[in-house]
């Protein structure tokens, strides 16, 4: 079974805060999406990291791919209460001729003021 | 705004009845997926369209259907609907092939009563 999970399931924390959130799976990856969905909202793309090992900084959110393209992490610095939402993680798998992409059950963070 | 429309945006009917939510992608996009996202079950993957075609099936009811017109908007059609119906249905499209990201629509909010 294909089978992506993300901890922590849930985190609140005080603005100013550093915080980490993962995504793990026994599976490799051709890529790996990050999304944030806000209440009521779709899903928003963040970033694809594609290359293991691969960091990719988006002000003050830093992704990276870990070597075995099986694991990711979100790292935030100095949470902002806008950061509030559930973050999502997607990977894309090779299915015969195309990419399969399967979501994670995703972390939902409160940053309190 | 993602460039993904979806109507309409609430819906509210009875048990029993049929629905038919609609979706077109953005400009250039060929692929459409429909997920299904309830508070206990997180985003869960329906079904997916290629130009045209269906390439991948998730969790999808039989009481469920889609297709994707040749202009490329897709319906979703939910027949004999139950309370357990109830839950945001979005849309993504995405260009197929290469980094696999998906933009996703803000969602049709289905409430079952």
């Known amino acids: 079974t294909q089978l992506l999970e993300q901890s922590p399931q849930f985190l609140s924390i005080q603005e100013g805060e550093n915080l980490t959130v993962y995504c793990n799976s026994s599976s490799v990856f051709s890529s790996l999406q990050w999304y944030r969905q806000e209440p009521g909202e779709g899903p928003v793309l963040l970033v694809t990291?594609?290359?293991?090992?691969e960091v990719k900084k988006l002000k003050r959110l830093t992704f990276q791919f870990g070597d075995a393209r099986k694991d990711s992490s979100l790292h935030i610095t100095a949470a902002q209460p806008g950061d509030t939402g559930l973050y999502l993680c997607a990977g894309a798998m090779v299915e015969t001729s195309y990419d399969k992409v399967i979501f994670g059950p995703g972390t939902s963070l409160s940053v309190i003021p | 705004d993602s460039g993904v429309t979806q109507t309409p945006k609430h819906l509210i009917t009875a048990t029993g009845q049929r629905v038919t939510l609609r979706c077109s992608p953005r400009?250039?996009?060929?692929?459409v997926y429909w997920y299904q996202q309830s508070l206990d079950q997180g985003l869960q993957f329906l079904i997916q369209?290629?130009?045209?075609?269906?390439?991948a099936k998730g969790n999808i009811l039989e009481r469920f259907s889609a297709q994707q017109f040749p202009d490329l908007h897709s319906e979703l059609n939910l027949s004999s609907l139950e309370l357990g119906d109830s839950a945001l249905y979005f849309c993504?499209?995405?260009?197929?092939?290469?980094?696999?990201?998906?933009?996703f629509g803000p969602g049709t909010r289905l409430t079952v009563l």
């Open positions: 400009s250039g996009d060929l692929s």
């Open positions: 369209y290629y130009n045209g075609e269906e390439r």
């Open positions: 990291v594609v290359t293991g090992g």
């Open positions: 993504a499209s995405s260009v197929e092939g290469g980094s696999n990201e998906q933009f």
